[in-house]
């Protein structure tokens, strides 16, 4: 059964940190291209970063300078540490494990940027 739990969202500041993790199970995670998504209420969801098996990175225009995507395969784990966290930061915030068609998505972790 292929699992992914993302853990690491809450509150922060704006200016704050946050670093996220998604823990995967099932899966052959050092073939799996990875990714962050993000989703606010009553948007559509976005890319947020990618990190290919071979560690190519792709961001989303917003995450370029502020955040970082790595994978350590050895925990089959991947991280996404946003620095700079602004208000419009907030929404649920999903990893993905992409092999080309296969595709699969964690449930969420909330991340919440307020004062």
């Known amino acids: 059964q292929v699992q992914l739990v993302e853990s690491g969202g809450g509150l922060v500041q704006p200016g704050g940190s946050l670093k996220l993790s998604c823990r995967t199970s099932?899966?052959?995670?050092?073939?799996?291209?990875m990714a962050w998504y993000r989703q606010a209420p009553g948007k559509q969801r976005e890319l947020v970063a990618t990190?290919?098996?071979?560690?190519?990175?792709n961001f989303g225009e917003f995450a370029r300078d502020r955040f970082a995507i790595s994978r350590a395969n050895a925990l089959d784990t991947v991280y996404l540490q946003m620095n700079s966290l602004k208000p419009e930061d907030a929404a649920v915030y999903y990893c993905?494990?992409?092999?080309?068609?296969?595709?699969?998505w964690g449930r969420g972790t909330q991340v919440t940027v307020s004062s």
């Open positions: 099932g899966i052959l995670f050092d073939i799996y291209t």
């Open positions: 990190i290919s098996r071979g560690g190519n990175r």
């Open positions: 993905n494990a992409n092999l080309g068609l296969e595709n699969h």
